[in-house]
C-alpha cells in the first residue's frame, strides 16, 4: 500500500476518533499530534518528491505551524485576544499564496486567475464590511485590539475565499494531489464561512473539519503527483467562473438594494445588476464559440491527423498520468521497411496501409490502454497494466496482412518496450521504449526489451559516430583491394575496393563495427563517395602504370544510403569524368536488402546501368526474393554469398544452392564470383561446378597495394 494512502487513512480515523472522543487532555493531545504528524508528512513528501513548487510547499508548511502553534496556545483557554489569535492571523496571507502558487500554472503572476480572485475579493469584501467588519470597526464599545482582532477574522476569510473559489472552478484535468489540495481547501473554506457566520457554533465539529484538512493537505504532499506541472488552462473562464463572477460583480448593486435609499438608488442598482447580467450573457456566448474553437484546435494539435490516434506529444501527456497511478509499460512499434512501399505504391497506398495499422492497433489494445501514432511509420502503445503477452500479441497481430486500398501488404514490425515506474518522466520511458525499439530494427528481431546496456551500446556507437567525422576529415581512412581471380588461370580480373579505419587511439577498427553506424548517422554518403573516388583515381593510375597488365575493372559496394540520395548517379558519372575512367571499368555492388523495396534505389541502379557502369548484386541467395530482383534489375555480375562456399566441400544443400546458382547465371548470361573461398578444396570444387571467377583469403588478402605480375595460386 502506498505511503501516502497509509498516512490518508490513518489521518482521517485520527480525525474521526477526535470527534467522537469526549472532552479530556487525551482529546487534546491527539488533536496536537495529529497536527504535527501532517506537518511532518507534508515536509517529507517535498524532501522526497523535490518539485520546483518546493519553496512554496514550505511557505505551506510555514503557514500550517503557525495555525499547529494557535491551536496548542487556544487549547489553555487563554483570554480573548491572545497570541493564538496572532498565530491564526499570521498562518492566512503564507496559506493563500502558497495555495495560489500550488494549484496555478507556473508563468507571470499578473494572470486572469489573480484577476478573478481579486474580483471576488472585491465582491465578497464589500459584503463582508458592510455587513461584519464595519458594525465592528466602528463600535466605539469594544476595545481597539480587540475590535482589530475580530475584524482580522472575517478579512483573512475573504482573502481565503477569493484564492479556494478559483482552485474549485478550475477547469482541465487535475491530479490526484491537486484533487486533494482541492478538497483540503474547500473544507477549509467552509469552516471559515461556518466559523464566521456562526462563531457560537460546534467547536468541536468545526475543529475536525479543520483536522481533516490537515490530512489532506499533507497527503497531497505526500502523492508523488505532487511533483508533476499543473496541467489544464486554469486561467481559462468557464461557465462557472463566469457565473462566479457575475455573482460577485453584482453582490455591489445588491448590498445597494439592501441597504441603500430604493427611491434614489433603487433603478440605478436594479439597472446595474440588468447590466451585468447582460454582459455576463454576451460572454457567455463568445466563450461557447472560443471553447469549441479551442477543443478542435486543441485536438489536432494532440492527435494524428492520418490515423485519428494520439500522437506523440498527447501519449508523453497520457504516460505521466499513468505513471502517477503505478507501474506502466510502452511499446514502440516500427513497420521495417515500409518507406518501400510509398516508393513502389505511391503516398497514397502507404498513408492507406498506415491507416489500416492505426485501426488495427485501435481495436485491438485493450480497455484502458492507449495506441499512438509517433510520426512516419512509428506507432506506440501504452499499456496501464503490464503484461508480457501484449507485446507478443501485437507482433501475432501484425504478422498478419493490412489492407490498402486494392493492394494486401504484409509488413514486417520490430517491437521495442520498456517498463516504467511512479517517479520516472514519461519523456524517459518513450525514450527506453524507443531506443529498445531500435535495437530491435538494428538487429533484426521481432522484439526487444530495454536495458541498461541498450543504452551503453547506443552511447558507444554515438561516440563511434563522433570519431567517424573527425577520421573523415583527418584522413584516417585507407581503401584496401581484394584481387578477383580467374579460376582456370590465377590471373587477377578485377580487384574489389574495401575501406579500413586505423583510430588513432581505438587503432584498427573492423568495417562490421563502423559501417552500421555510419549507415545510421548519414556518413556512409561521404564516406562511400570518397572511397568511390580514391578506388577510381588508384585503378586510373594502374590502368596508366601496368597497361594491359592490370585489372579489368574495380569493383566498388553502395550502401542502400547512398542508392537513395537523390543524384547519386550523377555524382558517380562526375568521379568517372574527373579520374578518366570509362563507365564499364567500374562496378557498382549493391545488396538485395538495399534494392528490395524498389523506387529511388532501382532508378539509380538503372540510370547507372544505361550509362555504361557494370552492376553487381552483392551477397546473393541471403536477401529477400533474389530470382525477383533478377528480373526486375539490371545485373551484371552476381557475387554468390560467403555463407554457401564455407562447408562447400560437404554434403548438403550448400553445394545444391552453389550448383543451382551458376546455372541460373549462365542461364541468364551473367558472370558469377564466388566470395570467401579459403582452401584450395573450396576452389577446386567450385570450378568443377563452371564458376570461372572467385575472391578470398586463398587468392590473396586486401592490401593497399597489391600485386598483379604474379597469377594467384589456383
Not at 125 to 144: K, Q, S
Not at 183 to 211: D, E, K
Request: net charge negative; glycine share 8%.
Amino acid at each position: 500500500m502506498a505511503a501516502w494512502r497509509i498516512w490518508l487513512v490513518c489521518g482521517l480515523a485520527g480525525a474521526v476518533l477526535y470527534a467522537v472522543l469526549p472532552e479530556s487532555p487525551a482529546v487534546i493531545v491527539l488533536a496536537t499530534g495529529l497536527s504535527l504528524a501532517a506537518v511532518a508528512v507534508t515536509v517529507a513528501g517535498v524532501r522526497r518528491h523535490r518539485p520546483v513548487t518546493a519553496p512554496w510547499w514550505y511557505v505551506f508548511v510555514a503557514g500550517a505551524c503557525a495555525w499547529v502553534c494557535g491551536d496548542l496556545i487556544y487549547a489553555f483557554q487563554p483570554p480573548f485576544p491572545s497570541w493564538a489569535d496572532a498565530c491564526y492571523l499570521g498562518a492566512y496571507p503564507m496559506l493563500t499564496v502558497a495555495l495560489f502558487r500550488l494549484t496555478r500554472q507556473r508563468g507571470p503572476v499578473w494572470s486572469g486567475t489573480l484577476i478573478d480572485s481579486a474580483i471576488i475579493a472585491v465582491g465578497v469584501g464589500i459584503v463582508y464590511w458592510t455587513f461584519l467588519i464595519a458594525p465592528i470597526v466602528t463600535d466605539p464599545t469594544m476595545p481597539p485590539l480587540t475590535r482589530a482582532v475580530v475584524a482580522g477574522y472575517p478579512t483573512a476569510g475573504v482573502l481565503l475565499c477569493a484564492v479556494i473559489i478559483p482552485i474549485l472552478l478550475r477547469r482541465g484535468p487535475r491530479s490526484a494531489s491537486l484533487w486533494l489540495l482541492t478538497a483540503a481547501s474547500a473544507l477549509t473554506l467552509v469552516c471559515n464561512v461556518l466559523y464566521t457566520l456562526v462563531p457560537a457554533g460546534p467547536a468541536r465539529l468545526l475543529f475536525t473539519g479543520y483536522l481533516i484538512a490537515y490530512v489532506l493537505f499533507a497527503a497531497a504532499a505526500a502523492h508523488p503527483s505532487m511533483a508533476l506541472p499543473v496541467a489544464g488552462d486554469a486561467d481559462s473562464l468557464g461557465r462557472s467562473r463566469l457565473g462566479v463572477l457575475t455573482a460577485s460583480m453584482l453582490l455591489v448593486p445588491a448590498v445597494v438594494l439592501i441597504r441603500g435609499d430604493w427611491q434614489r438608488w433603487g433603478v440605478v442598482a436594479a439597472g446595474s445588476m440588468v447590466l451585468f447580467v447582460l454582459i455576463a450573457a454576451r460572454m457567455a456566448g463568445y466563450m461557447r464559440r472560443v471553447d469549441s474553437q479551442s477543443r478542435q484546435l486543441l485536438h489536432l494539435a494532440m492527435h494524428d491527423d492520418l490515423t485519428g490516434l494520439p500522437n506523440r506529444r498527447e501519449l508523453e501527456r497520457r504516460v505521466t498520468r499513468a505513471l502517477t497511478a503505478g507501474p506502466c509499460q510502452v511499446i514502440v512499434i516500427d513497420l521495417a521497411g515500409f518507406r518501400h512501399v510509398n516508393d513502389r505504391l505511391g503516398r497514397a497506398a502507404g498513408d492507406q496501409a498506415l491507416t489500416a495499422v492505426g485501426e488495427l492497433l485501435r481495436t485491438c489494445v485493450r480497455d484502458g490502454d492507449v495506441a499512438a501514432r509517433m510520426g512516419a511509420d512509428e506507432f506506440a502503445v501504452l499499456v496501464r497494466t503490464p503484461d508480457g503477452h501484449v507485446a507478443n500479441r501485437l507482433l501475432e497481430m501484425l504478422r498478419h496482412p493490412v489492407q490498402a486500398g486494392e493492394h494486401e501488404l504484409l509488413l514486417t514490425a520490430r517491437l521495442g518496450t520498456a517498463a516504467g515506474e511512479p517517479g520516472m518522466a514519461a519523456s524517459e520511458l518513450v525514450r527506453r521504449a524507443d531506443t529498445a525499439r531500435y535495437a530491435a530494427k538494428a538487429a533484426g528481431v521481432p522484439l526487444v526489451a530495454y536495458t541498461g546496456e541498450l543504452d551503453e551500446r547506443a552511447e558507444a556507437a554515438e561516440r563511434l559516430g563522433a570519431d567517424l567525422r573527425h577520421s573523415l576529415d583527418d584522413g584516417d581512412f585507407t581503401v584496401v583491394y581484394q584481387p578477383i581471380v580467374e579460376l582456370s588461370s590465377g590471373r587477377t580480373v578485377a580487384v574489389e575496393a574495401l575501406v579500413r579505419w586505423t583510430h588513432p587511439v581505438r587503432g584498427p577498427v573492423s568495417p562490421a563495427t563502423f559501417i552500421p553506424v555510419a549507415e545510421d548517422n548519414g556518413l556512409i554518403v561521404e564516406l562511400g563517395e570518397w572511397i568511390m573516388r580514391t578506388a577510381c583515381r588508384q585503378f586510373a593510375r594502374w590502368r596508366r602504370d601496368l597497361g594491359d597488365a592490370a585489372p579489368e575493372y574495380v569493383s566498388v559496394n553502395v550502401s542502400a544510403r547512398q542508392l537513395s540520395e537523390p543524384g547519386f548517379p550523377d555524382v558517380v558519372a562526375q568521379i568517372l569524368l574527373s579520374t578518366g575512367l570509362r563507365p564499364d571499368e567500374l562496378l557498382v555492388e549493391v545488396t538485395e536488402t538495399a534494392i528490395f523495396g524498389g523506387g529511388v534505389a532501382i532508378e539509380a541502379v538503372e540510370t547507372l546501368h544505361d550509362t555504361g557502369v557494370r552492376i553487381a548484386l552483392d551477397d546473393f541467395g541471403t536477401g529477400h526474393s533474389s530470382l525477383g530482383l533478377l528480373r526486375a534489375v539490371p545485373v551484371d555480375v552476381l557475387k554468390v554469398d560467403k555463407s554457401f562456399v564455407d562447408e562447400i566441400a560437404e554434403p548438403g544443400r550448400e553445394a545444391v544452392i552453389v550448383d543451382a546458382l551458376i546455372h541460373v547465371s549462365n542461364g541468364l548470361g551473367l558472370r558469377a564470383v564466388a566470395e570467401g573461398v579459403e582452401t584450395a578444396e573450396q576452389a577446386g570444387y567450385l570450378r568443377g561446378l563452371g564458376y570461372h571467377l572467385a575472391q578470398g583469403y586463398y587468392f590473396g588478402k586486401p592490401v593497399e597495394h597489391p600485386d598483379f605480375t604474379a597469377a594467384a595460386r589456383v
